[in-house]
T-cell receptor, first 115, second 114 residues
């Protein structure tokens, strides 16, 4: 099956710093990638949708200047959490899908802890 | 936008019994309904999905039913086993754009008691 990787798997940073998370589709071309955030014992909340070569579409309430998303190629999308604060601590998961297919393939997630 | 509700939030069953999780959605244009299983700290895994032109789908011990008129869909797990214990999420894909984003329900924590 299709494989999606994420890097890093976990990161601890100081408040005020920026953190970049990478999402890669390893064996298929991902025309669309999605970024989710999941707080403990809660559901996955969609943050934004990105298509290769175009600007990301952010969900209501998600600050696009704080969560920078780049989808520069058909196999790579990045999420940068800028000026991170403790309330940004969460599990960030990406997913990727191919054109014309409904199924999304999820990455393993990145655990972000902001001190 | 699409809103997905899910019940119950927690469910405990004896090993061998059946488990049923029910979901509703709000957007009648939604056309794809996946179900995911997530173990603690892991990524969601697709276990079954159904499209809006189908009323029922089965895969071994797992089945999903869809009632488009009522905007309900349900997951049925028969002969439950301890390894079925996890959080299950239903989801819906509203046809707002060509991006087909997935909106998740709040989840059901299933415990299968040996």
């Amino acid at each position: 099956g299709a494989v999606v990787s994420q890097h890093p798997s976990w990161v601890i940073c100081k408040s005020g710093t920026s953190v970049k998370i990478e999402c890669r589709s390893l064996d298929f071309q991902a025309t669309t990638m999605f970024w989710y955030r999941q707080f403990p014992k809660q559901s996955l909340m969609l943050m934004a949708t990105s298509n290769e070569g175009s600007k990301a579409t952010y969900e209501q309430g998600v600050e696009k200047d704080k969560f920078l998303i780049n989808h520069a190629s058909l196999t790579l999308s990045t999420l940068t959490v800028t000026s991170a604060h403790p309330e940004d601590s969460s599990f960030y998961i990406c997913s990727a899908r191919q054109r014309s297919y409904n199924e999304q393939f999820f990455g393993p997630g990145t655990r972000l802890t902001v001190l | 936008g699409e809103n997905v509700e899910q019940h119950p939030s927690t469910l405990s069953v004896q090993e061998g019994d059946s488990a049923v999780i029910k979901c509703t959605y709000s957007d009648s244009a939604s056309n794809y309904f996946p179900w995911y299983k997530q173990e603690l700290g892991k990524r969601p895994q697709l276990i079954i999905d159904i499209r809006s032109n189908v009323g029922e789908k089965k895969d071994q011990r797992i089945a999903v039913t869809l009632n488009k008129t009522a905007k309900h869909f349900s997951l049925h797990i028969t002969e439950t086993q301890p390894e079925d214990s996890a959080v299950y999420f239903c989801a819906a894909t509203p046809k707002e754009t060509s991006y087909d984003k997935v909106i998740f329900g709040p989840g059901t924590s299933l415990s299968v008691i040996p």
